[in-house]
């Protein structure tokens, strides 16, 4: 019989977007003069912000120690003939993982956008991207299973994390970044893994 925690694996992807959705609406809901559409997510969390521990916690933090499991367990999943490409990919998606959750260690301090923290916070989330969309592109190369998700979600991630339209407002381009890695972890959690080799059986549902 499975336990509780083997269980619920699955879905830490989704539990980790989950989390960051509704501390995203809740706590934005609650800071007046918010906007989804031009603020960046870490607004919430900065120095002087009301609440703004418990939104580190919940919407970046958690989520991001979530993603974490998530991207072990399809470390641990992946076929014996999985290749190196595979097995890296998997490591700088966790990579990924942990420079989203050190995100909510390092708040940002909008009285001053060069100390220290703030730095530290960017340097975060230039780290989050730049381990995931190798990382997925790499993963998509090795698993078969993740080829079509993988390669859409590093696109989306790299366009809109980078090369954003500028008819698109700021915290509407982060949203849509951060929406597709989320996406990533979700159905990575729910696919079985197969190695991208002739042969390899076509892709099912866990």
């Known amino acids: 019989m499975k336990s509780l925690y083997a269980r619920f694996t699955p879905y830490f992807g989704s539990l980790a977007a989950l989390s960051f959705a509704l501390a995203v609406v809740g706590f934005g809901a609650s800071l007046s003069g918010y906007s989804h559409a031009r603020h960046p997510v870490s607004l919430l969390g900065a120095i002087g912000v009301p609440h703004a521990q418990a939104f580190n916690l ?12 998530a991207g072990l367990q399809l470390r641990r999943r992946m076929p014996a003939a999985a290749g190196w490409s595979a097995r890296i990919g998997a490591q700088l998606i966790v990579l990924s ?13 909008p009285s001053d956008l060069y100390a220290p923290g703030a730095r530290l916070h960017a340097t975060a989330w230039m780290l989050w991207w ?3 969309v190798p990382g997925a592109f790499v993963l998509a190369y090795g698993l078969r299973s993740l080829a079509l998700v993988s390669v859409v979600a590093a696109a989306i991630v790299l366009g809109f994390g980078l090369f954003a339209p500028d008819a698109l407002a700021p915290g509407t381009v982060q949203r849509i970044a951060f929406g ?3 996406a990533w972890f979700a159905v990575a959690g729910i696919t079985r893994t197969a190695i991208s080799a ?4 076509p892709t099912t549902r866990t």
Request: cysteine-free; overall charge negative; proline content about 9%.
């Open 58 to 69: 919940l919407g970046f933090l958690l989520p991001g120690l979530l993603a974490v499991l």
């Open 97 to 109: 993982a942990l420079a989203f959750a050190a995100q909510g260690l390092l708040p940002l301090d």
């Open 130 to 132: 730049i381990a995931f």
């Open 180 to 182: 597709a890695w989320f």
């Open 198 to 201: 002739p042969g390899s059986l």
